[in-house]
Nanobody, 126 residues
Framework: QVQLVESGGGLVQAGGSLRLSCAAS????????MGWFRQAPGKERDIVAA????????YYADSVKGRFTISRDNAKNTVYLQINNLKPEDTAVYYC???????????????????WGQGTQVTVSS
């Protein structure tokens, strides 16, 4: 069974940085794309970034381009989300997700993903 465990969230001031981590287990991590989503209070869960199985391809939502960086270490079965220049509007629960299918590229729809972590809270104060 695939398990995803996020860590690294917290309370930071605007302009600060965080690095979120997602440790995966239960199958061959390196064969699958991974994604990060976030959900703010009262809003839908939206994709933030995605990365292909090899790490060669990445996707970013327009709202985070230039500030967020997704990466992966297949040897450690871990995907990361580096978040710089945090803004109050980045406040949300951040989720790591994995698809059941071995996509070649970077799936971006929530329905493309089948496995979800428990989420980690990121709160940005102004």
């Amino acid at each position: 069974q695939v398990q995803l465990v996020e860590s690294g969230g917290g309370l930071v001031q605007a302009g600060g940085s965080l690095r979120l981590s997602c440790a995966a287990s239960g199958r061959t991590f390196s064969s699958y794309a991974m994604g990060w989503f976030r959900q703010a209070p009262g809003k839908e869960r939206d994709i933030v970034a995605a990365i292909s199985w090899s790490g060669a391809s990445t996707y970013y939502a327009d709202s985070v381009k230039g500030r967020f960086t997704i990466s992966r270490d297949n040897a450690k079965n871990t995907v990361y989300l580096q978040i710089n220049n945090l803004k109050p509007e980045d406040t949300a629960v951040y989720y790591c997700a994995a698809p059941r299918r071995p996509y070649r590229g970077t799936p971006v729809a929530g329905t493309d993903y089948d496995y979800w972590g428990q989420g980690t809270q990121v709160t940005v104060s102004s």
